[in-house]
């Protein structure tokens, strides 16, 4: 208190709680710099993360091809034999038994194949020069009608005065031998090597079924475990119906085409109605890829008639197999879109080729259903659907 000129006492006005209240609550400008820049720093750092997680996850796969695929391979064949293990053990048979049973069908059912089309593949192979000789002659008569066009082109485009014409220089690099023997033989012995692999693992999927099923479900909190068993039943019909459905699509398409193949005479009509019958399941490529064998095999005596024949079949089996029977055997239980099935089969054809193709379909089908049972992943799951 101070006194005024007139001597009375005046009190400093008391401040009000709100006005205190506001400059308390009013942020230093430098904190909120470092608040921001502290926040931006651990999103990129978090971003940075899961971007390098994503590429060692992508390395990981690559490097694990032969692995990884002989085991999706045995799995998917372990889902086609269980019903059969399943019922062999109603009827009182150990599971043990029923699962070498199922595993000894399949390995005769492969034999039996393999015998049936052998001299099929082989009678091809002989003749194999002969329409290569014939693909070199077509290709050549392409290549002499670019060089005109390329002649004529530059006739009427004559080089500037003074420049200097390029003189071709070819390279060829040695063949090598000896590293092109070591490495088809690697890769062949990598090929058995998983193919003895499989039984063995399709007889132990088989018969530790029910152990592996109960301790992948303990794996799971108690909350999450009804989910988990629901996911895993989902995959087993989404697996199941997807072989089965294929293998009784492809023999369809491949009966069909072998005698349409036999009608117009082309050569081995059995080998190439099998290629192109499994070939046009492949989604979107399949077309493209059944066309391949008959061409091949008919180039140089294959008339215009018999051209537009294979062209009408193939395309035709293709169409409804894949636009009218695929989706009623199959389509209920994968329900994919489009766009996310052909990114799949982009990525999975460059991380493992062929087999990527083969196995892209049922990865994503999976990774679909788990994304729909999982909260935080719905969205991505909705995303793969076609609703």
């Not at 001597?7 to 209240?21: F, H, I, R, Y």
């Not at 095999?297 to 294979?310: D, P, Q």
């Not at 695929?326 to 099935?341: D, M, Q, T, V």
């Amino acid at each position: 208190m101070t006194p005024s000129p007139d001597n009375t006492l005046v009190v400093p006005e008391t401040p009000s709680l709100s006005s205190v209240d506001r400059v308390l609550s009013t942020p230093e400008p430098e904190n909120s710099e470092e608040e921001e820049l502290l926040h931006a720093s651990i999103k990129v750092g978090a971003a940075a993360q899961v971007i390098i997680a994503i590429i060692a996850a992508v390395g990981l796969i690559y490097l694990l091809k032969s692995v990884m695929v002989t085991a999706l391979i045995a799995v998917l064949l372990s889902f086609v034999l269980d019903p059969l293990v399943t019922g062999l053990s109603k009827l009182h048979v150990p599971r043990a038994l029923g699962a070498s049973i199922a595993v000894f069908l399949l390995v005769a059912a492969c034999a039996g194949l393999t015998y049936l089309t052998y001299n099929q593949a082989v009678g091809f192979a002989e003749d194999l020069p002969k329409y290569s000789s014939r693909l070199r002659d077509t290709f050549a008569k392409l290549r002499n009608q670019t060089q005109k066009l390329e002649d004529t082109t530059r006739a009427v485009m004559p080089d500037p005065p003074g420049a200097k014409k390029a003189i071709p220089v070819e390279v060829r690099e040695s063949p090598g031998l000896s590293r092109i023997v070591s490495t088809s033989a690697g890769q062949f012995g990598e090929l058995v090597l998983s193919i003895t692999f499989i039984p063995f693992l399709v007889y132990f999927m088989l018969t530790w079924k029910m152990k592996v099923h109960s301790n992948t479900l303990q794996l799971f909190p108690k909350e999450h475990r009804l989910v988990a068993y629901r996911t895993i039943g989902r995959i087993s019909l989404m697996m199941r119906s997807f072989i089965v459905g294929n293998l009784i699509l492809g023999l369809v398409a491949s009966g069909i085409s072998t005698v349409i193949f036999w009608w117009i005479g082309l050569p081995y009509p059995y080998f190439l109605g099998i290629i192109s019958g499994f070939m046009s399941l492949i989604p979107y490529l399949g077309v493209f890829l059944a066309l391949l064998a008959p061409f091949a095999a008919g180039l140089g005596s294959m008339t215009r008639t018999n051209a537009l024949v294979i062209v009408i079949t193939v395309v035709v089996l293709h169409v409804l197999t894949m636009n009218v029977l695929y989706p009623l055997i199959i389509g209920k239980r994968l329900r994919l879109n489009p766009l996310a099935l052909s990114l799949a089969l982009l990525f999975w054809a460059w991380i493992w080729g062929a087999m990527g193709l083969i196995l892209a379909v049922p990865i994503v089908g999976a990774t679909k259903i788990v994304c729909d049972y999982v909260d935080s992943l719905r969205g991505i799951g909705a995303w793969l659907g076609d609703s």
